[in-house]
């Protein structure tokens, strides 16, 4: 391990700190799909596919309000 991570590597890392705080978000830390207790694939995909839309949208209103509306401490950065 005393290589540097190549360029690819580092591009699968980044994308695997994205994935982990979602899933974290569906599982336990908001939606809880865990206790939705769903058996078939097709209704948990289609579930999952709207829990994404539903977390897309929300960091989205989140950004688009950090910059058009900041705190005080904001201002300055």
């Not at 058996?39 to 309000?65: I, K, N, Q």
Request: aromatic share 12%; hydrophobic share 40%; with cysteine.
């Amino acid at each position: 391990m005393s290589d540097k991570p190549g360029y690819l590597a580092t591009l699968d890392y980044s994308k695997r700190w994205g994935i982990e705080p979602m899933f974290s978000d569906f599982k336990s830390r908001g939606f809880g799909i865990e206790d939705t207790q769903l058996r078939f694939p097709d209704r948990l995909s289609r579930l999952l596919l709207v829990m994404a839309l539903a977390l897309y949208c929300a960091v989205s209103t989140g950004l688009w309000d950090a910059e058009h509306h900041p705190v005080p401490a904001e201002k300055n950065a």
